[in-house]
């Protein structure tokens, strides 16, 4: 059994996201409107976190590079990872808005902020992923989506085969179809 710091890699993955979750609702906000979509980042932020946990690029990567298009919710709150551990001996590095583009091991696309979009030139060794709809339509690896008041996320097959990295099979088993 693949194990991550001793427990099982899906037991590892629902405490992460349960645990960000509930850092979520933790801090109060001026309106319901807002603080809906501040959770809403809040939960896109930790799955992007969560994503990168179990993605493995070629070759020795000490780094992962995030790449955030535009200058939303999403963006500032993944300011904060920068730094974090995400196993394997392998740091976060976060770049967003006009520093998001060459050297990106993820690049994610916020629906607010349609930049370049997966046919951005980006190398194939490049997850990109988008809260868009459609996105999987328009050759992203990953689309997040709300189903049931739930964060989702759903997996273009095609897209990752040709991929220069490797979704873990565990991650994989977790993905939804949009709906």
Partial sequence: MITMAGRPIRMALRTTLLALSMLAWSTPSQTKDDDALLVLARLKTAYLFNIAKFVSWPGDLDTVTLCISGDG????????????????????????????????????????YHTLGAEGGFPS??????????????????????????????????????????????LLRLARTPG
Wanted: proline share 0%; hydrophobic share 40%; with cysteine.
């Fill in 73 to 112: 919710n999403v963006a500032s709150l993944s300011r904060a990872l920068e730094g974090r551990d995400i196993g394997g001996g392998r740091t976060l590095v976060v770049r967003t808005g006009a520093e998001a583009g060459d050297g990106c091991a993820i690049y994610y696309e916020d629906q607010d």
């Fill in 125 to 170: 060794y490049s997850l990109t992923i988008s809260d868009a709809d459609g996105a999987l339509g328009k050759g992203f690896a990953i689309q997040l989506f709300m189903e049931r008041e739930k964060l989702r996320f759903a997996v273009n097959a095609d897209v990752v085969r040709g991929a220069g990295y490797q979704i873990s099979a565990n």
